[in-house]
């Protein structure tokens, strides 16, 4: 159920992203050619300057909504399960019985009336 859950929310997140890729790149094809014509125009080469933080948010959406992103991605956390388990562990420990007792004895949630 949780793995059901999972994916809906992945593909949610891709279509989401497509969704997002239609409006930006509009929005960025539009400002390339502004840009690039007020460059000609006024013979100044720093109105191309927006370009390049434009071109890689393009590039990350293109690549989520329609890449190899959430494979690479994947691949990696596989990679870190498989080679750096010990980055995951919980500090002091997994949480033991006696730490919930602990807790549960310091909070009012949880006392009896």
Avoid at 58 to 64: K, P, T
Avoid at 69 to 83: P, S, V, W
């Amino acid at each position: 159920l949780q793995n059901l859950m999972r994916e809906r929310q992945i593909a949610t997140q891709i279509a989401l992203t497509r969704e997002f890729l239609k409006y930006f790149g509009t929005f960025f094809g539009l400002s390339a050619v502004v840009l690039t014509t007020g460059a000609i125009r006024k013979k100044n080469p720093a109105f191309l300057m927006p370009i390049l933080p434009l071109s890689f948010v393009f590039s990350y959406n293109c690549d989520m909504g329609y890449g190899t992103l959430f494979q690479r991605i994947k691949g990696e956390a596989e990679n870190i399960l498989d080679t750096q388990s010990s980055l995951l562990e919980l500090p002091k420990g997994p949480l033991t019985f006696e730490d919930l007792e602990k807790i549960g004895s310091q909070t009012k949630f949880f006392r009896e009336k």
